[in-house]
C-alpha cells in the first residue's frame, strides 16, 4: 500500500490519508489491477481491506483512513465486512476512522445495491464515500437516493479548473447541492496552485493530489514543506 493525504486547507492538517494500491516492488494501481478478475475479485478486495489497515495502524496512523473497494466484489456486504472488522479489533483501529470509498476501477453493475452496500456500511459504523463524482455511475441520480458522507470530485473536473468556467460552475454547483446534503467534498489531483485557490474560492477546503503531497510506499509522507506560502497554517495530523 501506498499511502497519500488529504488536505483540510482551512487549517493545513491532515484529514485522513488514502491506502493505495501498489505492487510488491511499488507498481501503480493500474498494474496490479490489470491482474484481478472475476476469479480472483473477491480475496482481493478483501486482503487489500485487511492490509491497508493493517500497515497503517502499525505506521501510527491517527487521522482518519480511507480505503478503496470493489462493489462488484461484494456478494452480502455484512459479511464482507467481517474481515475489516476483525483486524480492525486486533490493530487497535477504530472502525469510524475508516472511509469506504467506491471506487470507478470496477464499474458497477447494480446502482441498487450499492445502496444497500454503503447503507451497511454505515450502519457499522464506517464513513462512506463515492469516488470519482462527477464521472460514470457517481452522478447526481445516486445521491437523490443515497447521501454518502463524502463525495471525491473526479479529478478530470479538476485538472485546468482556474482557466475553465463550465468546470468551475459545475464544481460550484456541486458543492451547493452538497452543503444542501450536509455532504463533505474532496477534490482528488490536485496539482497546481491556481487549482487549489479556484477550489478554496467555490467552497472546497478537503483535497488531495501532488501539489500537497505524492503517495508514501508503506509510508504516512509529509505535507510539502513549500505549503505555508499558499496561505495554510500548518499543524499536525
Aim: glycine share 8%; aromatic share 8%; net charge negative.
Amino acid at each position: 500500500m501506498a499511502y497519500q493525504p488529504i488536505v483540510d486547507c482551512d487549517d493545513g492538517s491532515v484529514f485522513a490519508y488514502e491506502a493505495l494500491v501498489r505492487g510488491v516492488d511499488g507498481e501503480p494501481a493500474g498494474e496490479v489491477l490489470k491482474r484481478v478478475t472475476d476469479a480472483n475479485r473477491f480475496a482481493f478486495d478483501q486482503r487489500c481491506r485487511m492490509r491497508a489497515v493493517e500497515i497503517a495502524a502499525a505506521l501510527g496512523l491517527t487521522t482518519k483512513l480511507s480505503i478503496n473497494f470493489m462493489p462488484n466484489a461484494v456478494y452480502e456486504p455484512t459479511r464482507c465486512l467481517q474481515s475489516t472488522l476483525s483486524v480492525a479489533a486486533r490493530a487497535g483501529f477504530p472502525v469510524e476512522q475508516i472511509i469506504f470509498e467506491a471506487t470507478e476501477e470496477d464499474r458497477v453493475r447494480d446502482p441498487e445495491r450499492l445502496k444497500t452496500i454503503l447503507s451497511t456500511y454505515r450502519h457499522h459504523g464506517f464513513l462512506t464515500a463515492i469516488d470519482d463524482f462527477g464521472a460514470g455511475y457517481a452522478g447526481l441520480n445516486l445521491l437523490a437516493d443515497f447521501q454518502p458522507d463524502i463525495v471525491k470530485l473526479d479529478m478530470a473536473l479538476i485538472r485546468g479548473i482556474d482557466a475553465n468556467r463550465a468546470r468551475q460552475a459545475i464544481v460550484g454547483g456541486i458543492m451547493s447541492i452538497a452543503r444542501l446534503l450536509g455532504i463533505r467534498v474532496i477534490a482528488e489531483g490536485v496539482e497546481t496552485r491556481d487549482e487549489m485557490e479556484t477550489l478554496r474560492a467555490a467552497g472546497v477546503s478537503l483535497m488531495q493530489g501532488y501539489l500537497f503531497a505524492k503517495p508514501g510506499f508503506q509510508s504516512l509522507p509529509p505535507l510539502n514543506p513549500s505549503l505555508p506560502s499558499f496561505g495554510l497554517q500548518r499543524r499536525s495530523g
